[in-house]
């Protein structure tokens, strides 16, 4: 684990915690999964090839979640893109590398589109997207919903789930769900402006491969590289896993300019 302590950033009226190591360009950002925190084994990795190679390095913890402030139940992917564009722009200079998986390569994704608008799209130098569930709202939990799921999220606002990788559950909440239609980035042409890599699990239970297939239809054609790992999962955290992702990530940097 980081022996670095969190520093803290307030975006509207909620304290964001984050980690920020110093270093040369491409900068590296990390954006973690859906109820994940900074600290977790590909983020670690992260930080220590980023300390290795001299690499700026980046990482927070979205609202509700680790170490920062705020309420998970009041978490949606604007809020998230939020304050995950709020860090990016306060701690972040020249080209960088946005790192996201699962949810996070749905909210990286999403910064793309920001970042384009406001005429930022020279600060990105590269995606590299794990196990990426970009709308997972809509098209990925929504059409698997059950009648009593419907009932739980129009009674309650809420709706809870069972996790394999935490012993609280998944919570999901209709404000969720229909901000995440205002997200939505499968409808259309994702001009990232950098290259793309995506690595994918085929033995993904959560992220069917099919879904990075469908991903990259959106992409330009020329520079996005998908990798399938015919055993891997959803987290991508064994050691192989992590290998491909430094050699992959290093790859990027070795095509920033």
Known sequence: MS???????????????????????????????????????????????????????????YSGHGESGGAFKDGTISLWLEQSLGVFRAFTE?????????????????????LNRAGESARLAGLLLLAPAPDFTSELVEPKLS???????????????????????????????????????????????????????????DVPFTHAMRLTEHLPADDVTLSLIGDGDHRLSRPQDIALILRSLEGLTDRVV
Not at 94 to 114: C, D, H, K, N
Not at 175 to 190: M, P, S, T, Y
Request: proline share 4%.
């Open 3 to 61: 022996e670095a302590k969190a520093s803290f950033l307030t975006i509207g009226d909620t304290q964001i915690a984050y980690r920020q190591r110093e270093g040369r360009a491409p900068g590296v950002v990390w954006l973690g999964g859906y109820k994940s925190d900074m600290l977790g084994t590909k983020a670690e990795a992260l930080d220590g090839w980023a300390a290795e190679r001299g690499h700026a390095f980046l990482r927070h913890d």
């Open 94 to 114: 020249g080209p960088q590398i946005l790192v996201g998986s699962s949810m996070g390569a749905w909210i990286a994704l999403r910064m793309v589109q920001e």
């Open 147 to 205: 009648d009593a799921n419907r009932r739980e999220l129009e009674g309650k606002g809420y709706m809870e789930e069972p996790s394999e990788y935490s012993d609280e559950p998944y919570i999901y909440t209709r404000a969720l769900f229909e901000d995440g239609k205002r997200n939505l980035v499968l409808n259309g042409i994702l001009d990232t402006h950098c290259p793309v890599h995506i690595l994918q699990g085929k033995a993904d239970p």
